[in-house]
């Protein structure tokens, strides 16, 4: 079992190392395309795009609507910073 | 010395004897345990390589994005605003962006469409997603069509598909030349979607998202360092599914540990008696109830760990699918890369194998110091 | 050689259902001789039998022990004795381990196991190498015939078999004294007569060998040297015979 260990945390170096040229590329996708965000849930604007959306997005069809979409859960929203204005 | 270690050896080797006499029942524990390591195993590795891909990839992430807000929403920015900000110390350039959603009826699905701001696709082309591509079955050269705000159908020529293994960030994507975007969205002039700022110097970053602020009171600057941090609180413990799956594992081991902890069997106590009365001390019979619990607890956790190894890195994290797809149609092929954090995983280790090992040791305690001369007169 | 002195075992003490199974017993158990307990059941056999096996201590009195070397004790002159009255349990379990072997009235084996790793189980904790103890508990299933038996779960084997391991296992760490409670009591009169015989081979083998039964069979036996009469607590009589 223990032999096994050894060889996930060697297959997960190895793994790493050989993708590190695809992680270059999506580097250089992400500057290319001026992306801010990764694509893990396309089910809501600020599921999609939670780097981008505010605190009000969860609930802009109406006030204190409920979470509708399952990945809104997974989905922390963004840390305001508090000296920068915002509406 | 070595008596000593001869002696744990031994205890060890009887230990094994007897997990394997009571097969049935170590071979349930053990699946239950397993189980349970490898749901929390599963999850501690996705979320890890997602934060890991997350904080490598979005480095490259614009420096400044600045929003405009109307009544708390999202509005579109105008570009004459552009000129001011560009005037700021510090900024070296500013492009405004030009990107939006579409919902595709036909197959339900929600895309991403963006205008590159280098190399944009030619008139009447656009680039797709791995995931577009797999929804609606189409590969290069097909035509896709369209719906545009001026419900006019566009055809589209699709001039290529993002690789495979850039899915976890072009997988919804649609990139098309400037004016296929106008006709689609029926795009004003003279506004962007928001504007992307080029700060180099990151210390510098702060001050200009406030000048901002406090020239356009009406925009949101977003600066890199908090993209990220929301990365770095994705999958946070306190989001509604993730208690939920976190509560369910606890209490299932707590309920699993305690059913342990409540006692021997009347055939485990009369055991400790006869190698109580035949010379083992207390001390032996509880080395041999410790490695009882630790030898179930340590391959249950290390099993767990090498299945949910797999399930994220081989099967794609299989089971979660249904979870993080939602609502949705479209679903990244997680090509993740192998990402291990073993302060977490020896976390988990120490929460699991610990409490599991004692509540095997302490209900031996009692039988354990049962007096020898006891198994003579039963 | 052991020796008792006005020792006294009382359990529940200060409780109402004090009771005193050993009342101010003194007696020697001479090195080498078969000694018998006789008597009937609830004079205090099995008690004393336990404080002399060293797997309880008395109330009041003394015991000790002659010729007996330990990790902790070597006698320096052979004259020298060790009291176990009040060792702590580690020391006493040690004494237990290597001097005493002990054949329980139920036998008690661990079900489940074979009859080779029963034997074996208490040289385990010695941390003695595994081969020396293995070869031992071979050559002592060869020497009581149950060595086709070996790999046998307990639970296949019979009554005079059983017994037979229950005696290798006594004897898997050579000791020089050996305690029965009851060994015939779930036997009938062949295997019993076969238990007195393996016993006066090892009586011939130069140990010391402590029997308690009520039994005839056992302590009319031609091979006893010494028998004790006892009754509630105390002893009645000391025969001795050549």
Redesign the interface.
Known sequence: ??L??IV??V??EY??KA?SD??A???????????????????A?YT?????S?H??PF?DYPSAL?H????????P??M?P????? | MSTTLNRYRYILDFALSSLLRRKVKNMSLLLVYTAIIFVLASLIFFVQS?KH??A???????DL?V?R?IV???DLIPLEYAGKISQIRGVTAV?P?FWG?YYDPVFG????L?V????PPPVGSIMI?A?VARNQRIKTGDLMTLRSASNIPLLLTVQGI??T?????????L?MSQEDFTTMFNFPGGVAT?L?ITVPNPAEQ?TV??KI??LY??T????KS??L???D????W?????VVVLATAILSFIIFAWDKATGLSAEERKEIGILKSIGWETADVLILKFWEGFVISL?AF??G??LA?AHI?FFAALLFKP??T?????Y?AYHL????NPYQLMTLLFLTVLPYTAATIIPSWLAATVPPDAAMRS | MIELINVTRTFNQGKQNQFTAVNDVSMTIQRGKLTVLKGPSGSGKTTLLALIGCMARPTSGKITLKGVTTSFFTPAASSDTLDITSLPERFLTEIRRHSFGFIFQQFNLVKGISALENIMLPAYTTGEHHHHFRQRALNLMEKFSIIRHAASPVEWLSGGELQRVAIARALINSPAIIVADEPTAHLDSVLSREFMATIELLQDEGRTILIASHDPLVYNAACINTVVSMRDGQINDNVTRS
């Open positions: 079992m223990l096994f260990m996930m945390i297959h997960a793994r790493r993708t695809e992680q590329e999506r580097g250089k996708l992400a500057a290319a395309l001026k992306l801010t965000d990764l694509c893990l849930f396309t089910e604007r999609r795009h939670p780097a981008m505010d009000f997005a802009q979470e979409f399952p990945s809104g859960s997974l989905v922390s963004p840390n910073r000296y920068v204005n915002h509406p | 997602i891909e997350a490598l990839t979005l480095d490259q992430a614009p994005v929003q807000m708390g929403r999202h492009t962006r959603y699905a929600n895309y991403t963006l590159p701001d280098s190399n997603g995931g993002f690789p293994h850039s899915e976890i960030l072009s997988s919804d994507l990139t928001d992307a702060i998202a406030s602020a406090a009171p009406d949101r600057p977003i600066m908090e993209m941090r929301t990365y609180t994705l999958f946070d306190r989001g509604g599914m993730m391959t290390l099993c760990i090498l190894y890195y979870a993080l939602g609502w949705s149609v479209l990244p890369v192998p990402s291990i």
